[in-house]
């Protein structure tokens, strides 16, 4: 998977576990929705992203090769 791709599932999951947890747990989980959207609203404009630069630390690269560890 590339960094794209690995980024659109983490914020997918994200949005869908914290919609979930403030149906069912606490509607204060709805705050960290708001918070992912706005990283991304942010990084369509800034261009940099929390999540690519926790990616890449993990060793992820930009054209979807792993690096050597």
């Known amino acids: ?21 403030g149906h069912f747990v606490s509607p204060w989980f709805y705050l960290f929705t708001a918070f992912v959207g706005l990283n991304l609203f942010q990084s369509a404009f800034s261009g940099w992203c929390p999540m690519i630069s926790i990616l890449e630390g993990a060793g992820v690269r930009r054209d979807g090769t792993e690096a050597a560890r």
């Open 1 to 21: 998977m590339g960094m794209n791709d690995w980024l659109r599932a983490i914020a997918g999951f994200f949005v869908m576990a914290s919609v979930a947890l």
